[in-house]
């Protein structure tokens, strides 16, 4: 078992910068590929980036590229989302999650794939 656990969420304002982090609990994270999604009030969960077990490869959503870079720190069991430029459409419950590499070696992009989530953290981004 995996636990995750969000945290650096919170209230900004259009154009700030935050930094989202994912630690983990009960198993070492290097076995495991990462992914970030969100869910905005009355929308569906949706994609936001991904890194592999390694870090070598990740992935993003188009919408998202050049503003939000996903990372990861293995000796710390740490995996971040470092978010700049924000929008008020950024708005939504942020969702790290872990996937066994063993299932799959890179990336993916699908949420039914993931195998652990954390239970979120809230960003807010005021106009």
């Known amino acids: 078992q995996v636990q995750l656990a969000e945290s650096g969420g919170g209230l900004v304002q259009a154009g700030d910068s935050l930094r989202l982090s994912c630690a983990a609990s009960?198993?070492?994270?290097?076995?495991?590929?990462m992914g970030w999604f969100r869910q905005a009030p009355g929308k569906e969960r949706e994609f936001v980036a991904a890194?592999?077990?390694?870090?070598?490869?990740?992935r993003y959503a188009d919408s998202l590229k050049g503003r939000f870079t996903i990372s990861r720190d293995n000796s710390e069991n740490t995996a971040y989302l470092q978010m700049s430029s924000l929008k008020p459409e950024d708005t939504a419950v942020y969702y790290c999650?872990?996937?066994?590499?063993?299932?799959?070696?890179?990336?993916?992009?699908?949420?039914?794939?993931?195998?652990?989530w954390g239970q979120g953290t809230q960003v807010t981004v005021s106009s």
């Open positions: 999650a872990a996937v066994s590499s063993s299932k799959v070696l890179a990336t993916t992009t699908l949420a039914r794939e993931y195998d652990y």
């Open positions: 009960g198993r070492t994270l290097s076995s495991y590929g």
């Open positions: 890194i592999s077990w390694s870090g070598r490869t990740r």
